[in-house]
């Protein structure tokens, strides 16, 4: 048959190196999802149960390997679902392409079924969006999108009325006025700064005795970089949750994640600190960086809409990290004195200690805390980690040690509920011989994460290494939420909006075909890992944890304290909330608490 205009996008994306989409069909599509049967063996299409999770998994593809990830959804209800995915890609700078269906051209207008005006709804996520008209656009709608995305990291949009994809292609336009004639490829650029502003950044890093770096997503390809210079500056290293796979865990140095889900070494540092170096992070909460005044900065971003936003910085560069840190390293002094950088190291390993004391207090059935201690004592070497939002991302933050070689990542600026899941899957697409955790909160998993284990199901035999853990907080509670309230709004906990229906993952894990642990005993949960992480197929390994485990922050204010006080009087739960608030606060004690609390 004659090449179609549907047959051609997926021909010119494969050009562009695309291998894979994930999507969703219906009739907006028609024309793609028939072309992209016949390109099957060019460009594998992964279905997802719901077209916000294709785009979820278009956001995990691109982040775990650097490329455009691509997602497809029909017109109208569709296409809106992929939104929220979308905008994740947006507030963590991710490359994606989204591919939509529209309803014929000679109907737009009319108020037809499942008309919506797409380029609009699209026009704030997206970076760049257009409709085609006439075939003889797709060539460059195809190449501009794909360019803007990887170029500029961006969400790019090509909306495809349903009529257009079958018309025949057009791969050549007339060499006439008003036609494009686009081409493929992009090469990323050698950023770094001038040398005189390097020099400037380098005066002000020499000049300081207590340097502290925070690193973020945009470190992540600059590892070796990152440690040479806190070596030379005697720095302490901070990491943004984007940024946790940036630097190893167990470097004493290391003082892991900032901000209310961060440690009390990166709030000591950032307090202490009088020059504060930050790489590739937009980390947003001011008040766990130094008060203004109190540090000089200097700040890496190739962004330049990002320099200076979050805390007032002498020096500004724009790069490239690798690069930069690179030519920046020559510039720099070793400091002789490393009193700075001992108390670092001292506070932090005080942190570890806290941390194995606090996970080994006594909770309701599982100490939340003791089900990442011991995952993070069994991560497999190049293990990748998809992380959801919820009460599990504080343990992950501070409880889970990270090696060289491991990736993780979460749903960052947007931090949205659902996006583990499919990072996960998407991760064991990108990646089929590594080992995957997803870890996933009760609330996430009855949102999404239940249906996308069908997804896994469906696919996992694909995948040369079977490994695929999804860690379920089975704690029958919204309970992020919860502690949001109590310690934020001073209010108890409302358990009709809290509470979630009791159920059991493993269960539906094995009617899915796959494997389901449940484990509600404290003495099993090491075992239970090691079970989950030797099985020959992807497993559920439901634990079923206290929701009254205080996620205490770095630093608690008097603010916070009242509010938490106050919400005591109408608390439903106020006796398990004191037992474990009280456990974990005597964790710094020498003597702790009595076994009975």
């Given at each position: 048959m004659?090449?179609?205009?549907?047959?051609?996008?997926?021909?010119?994306?494969?050009q562009?190196?695309?291998?894979?989409?994930?999507?969703?069909?219906?009739?907006?599509?028609?024309?793609?999802?028939?072309?992209?049967?016949?390109a099957?063996d060019?460009?594998?299409?992964?279905?997802?149960?719901?077209?916000?999770?294709?785009a979820?998994?278009a956001v995990?593809?691109?982040?775990?390997?650097?490329?455009?990830?691509?997602?497809?959804?029909?017109?109208?209800?569709?296409a809106?679902?992929?939104?929220?995915?979308?905008?994740?890609?947006?507030?963590?700078?991710?490359p994606?392409?989204?591919?939509?269906?529209?309803q014929?051209?000679?109907?737009?207008?009319?108020?037809?079924?499942?008309?919506?005006?797409?380029?609009?709804?699209f026009?704030?996520?997206?970076?760049f969006?257009?409709?085609?008209s006439?075939p003889?656009?797709?060539?460059?709608?195809?190449?501009r999108?794909?360019r803007?995305?990887?170029?500029?990291?961006?969400?790019?949009?090509?909306?495809?009325?349903?009529?257009i994809q079958?018309?025949?292609?057009?791969?050549t336009?007339?060499?006439?006025?008003?036609?494009?004639?686009?081409?493929?490829?992009?090469?990323?650029?050698r950023?770094?700064?001038?040398?005189?502003?390097?020099?400037?950044?380098?005066?002000?890093l020499?000049?300081?005795?207590k340097?502290a770096?925070?690193v973020?997503?945009?470190?992540?390809q600059a590892?070796?970089e990152?440690?040479a210079?806190?070596?030379v500056?005697?720095?302490?290293?901070?990491?943004?949750?984007l940024?946790?796979?940036?630097?190893?865990?167990?470097?004493p140095?290391?003082?892991?994640?900032?901000?209310?889900l961060?440690?009390?070494?990166?709030?000591?540092?950032?307090?202490?600190?009088?020059t504060l170096f930050?790489?590739?992070?937009?980390?947003?909460y001011?008040?766990?960086?130094?008060?203004e005044?109190?540090?000089?900065?200097?700040?890496?971003?190739?962004?330049?809409?990002?320099?200076s936003?979050?805390?007032?910085?002498?020096v500004?560069?724009?790069?490239?990290?690798?690069?930069?840190?690179r030519?920046l390293?020559?510039?720099?002094?070793?400091?002789?004195?490393t009193a700075?950088?001992?108390?670092?190291?001292g506070?932090?390993a005080?942190w570890?200690?806290?941390l194995?004391?606090?996970?080994?207090?006594?909770?309701?059935?599982?100490n939340p805390?003791?089900?990442?201690r011991e995952?993070?004592?069994?991560?497999?070497?190049?293990?990748?980690?998809?992380g959801?939002?919820?009460?599990?991302?504080?343990?992950?933050a501070?409880?889970?040690?990270?090696r060289?070689?491991?990736?993780a990542?979460?749903?960052?600026g947007?931090a949205s509920?659902?996006a583990?899941?499919p990072?996960?899957?998407?991760?064991k697409?990108a990646?089929?011989?590594?080992?995957?955790?997803?870890?996933?909160?009760d609330?996430?998993?009855?949102?999404?994460?239940?249906?996308?284990?069908?997804?896994?199901?469906?696919?996992?035999?694909?995948?040369?290494n079977p490994?695929?853990?999804?860690?379920?907080?089975?704690?029958?509670?919204?309970?992020?939420?919860?502690?949001e309230?109590?310690?934020?709004?001073g209010?108890?906990?409302?358990?009709?909006?809290?509470?979630?229906?009791?159920f059991?993952?493993?269960?539906?894990?094995?009617?899915?075909?796959?494997?389901?642990?449940?484990?509600?005993?404290?003495?099993k949960?090491?075992?239970?890992?090691?079970?989950?992480l030797?099985?020959?197929?992807?497993?559920?390994?439901?634990?079923?944890?206290?929701?009254?485990?205080?996620?205490?922050?770095p630093?608690?204010?008097?603010?916070?304290?009242?509010?938490?006080?106050?919400?005591?009087?109408?608390?439903?739960?106020?006796g398990?909330?004191?037992?474990?608030?009280?456990?974990?606060?005597?964790?710094?004690l020498?003597?702790?608490?009595?076994p009975s609390?």
């Amino acid at each position: 048959m004659a090449k179609t205009v549907a047959d051609f996008v997926w021909e010119r994306l494969g050009q562009w190196g695309v291998k894979r989409v994930y999507g969703y069909p219906g009739d907006g599509i028609n024309g793609l999802i028939g072309a992209l049967d016949r390109a099957k063996d060019r460009i594998h299409f992964v279905q997802a149960r719901h077209e916000e999770m294709a785009a979820f998994m278009a956001v995990g593809h691109a982040k775990f390997t650097g490329e455009v990830g691509v997602c497809l959804a029909t017109s109208g209800p569709g296409a809106i679902h992929l939104l929220n995915g979308l905008y994740d890609a947006k507030a963590d700078h991710m490359p994606v392409l989204a591919l939509v269906g529209q309803q014929a051209r000679a109907a737009l207008g009319g108020h037809y079924q499942q008309e919506v005006d797409l380029a609009a709804l699209f026009r704030d996520v997206c970076g760049f969006v257009q409709q085609a008209s006439v075939p003889e656009q797709i060539r460059h709608l195809v190449d501009r999108a794909m360019r803007i995305a990887i170029g500029q990291r961006q969400v790019t949009c090509i909306i495809l009325p349903n009529d257009i994809q079958e018309l025949p292609a057009v791969e050549t336009p007339p060499h006439a006025h008003g036609t494009i004639h686009s081409g493929i490829g992009w090469e990323a650029p050698r950023v770094v700064p001038e040398a005189d502003t390097l020099a400037r950044a380098a005066a002000v890093l020499n000049e300081g005795k207590k340097v502290a770096l925070l690193v973020g997503a945009g470190a992540l390809q600059a590892t070796d970089e990152v440690l040479a210079v806190a070596d030379v500056l005697g720095a302490g290293i901070a990491k943004a949750l984007l940024g946790k796979a940036a630097v190893p865990d167990e470097l004493p140095f290391v003082t892991g994640s900032i901000g209310l889900l961060g440690t009390e070494p990166s709030w000591k540092m950032m307090q202490g600190c009088d020059t504060l170096f930050v790489i590739g992070s937009g980390f947003p909460y001011s008040e766990f960086l130094p008060p203004e005044g109190a540090a000089r900065g200097v700040q890496i971003d190739r962004d330049p809409s990002m320099l200076s936003l979050r805390y007032p910085m002498e020096v500004n560069l724009t790069g490239d990290s690798a690069a930069t840190l690179r030519a920046l390293l020559p510039l720099l002094r070793r400091k002789p004195d490393t009193a700075w950088r001992d108390r670092i190291e001292g506070w932090t390993a005080d942190w570890w200690t806290l941390l194995d004391k606090r996970a080994a207090q006594k909770a309701e059935p599982i100490n939340p805390q003791l089900v990442f201690r011991e995952l993070s004592r069994r991560l497999p070497e190049r293990a990748i980690i998809a992380g959801d939002s919820g009460s599990s991302t504080n343990w992950y933050a501070r409880d889970v040690k990270l090696r060289r070689g491991m990736m993780a990542s979460l749903s960052g600026g947007l931090a949205s509920m659902g996006a583990g899941m499919p990072y996960a899957i998407a991760a064991k697409f990108a990646h089929p011989d590594r080992p995957v955790v997803a870890i996933v909160g009760d609330g996430a998993m009855q949102m999404n994460g239940m249906a996308e284990l069908l997804t896994v199901a469906r696919y996992w035999q694909e995948w040369s290494n079977p490994q695929l853990v999804v860690l379920v907080l089975n704690n029958r509670d919204l309970n992020q939420v919860t502690w949001e309230q109590r310690v934020m709004g001073g209010d108890p906990k409302f358990e009709g909006s809290q509470s979630l229906p009791d159920f059991s993952y493993a269960a539906f894990a094995e009617l899915a075909g796959l494997r389901g642990l449940a484990v509600d005993d404290p003495d099993k949960v090491g075992e239970a890992w090691d079970a989950a992480l030797a099985m020959d197929r992807p497993v559920v390994l439901d634990i079923r944890t206290d929701p009254n485990v205080p996620p205490l922050p770095p630093h608690v204010t008097l603010q916070q304290a009242r509010a938490f006080m106050a919400s005591l009087w109408g608390e439903p739960e106020r006796g398990s909330v004191l037992a474990n608030t009280a456990r974990q606060l005597a964790s710094r004690l020498p003597f702790g608490l009595p076994p009975s609390g």
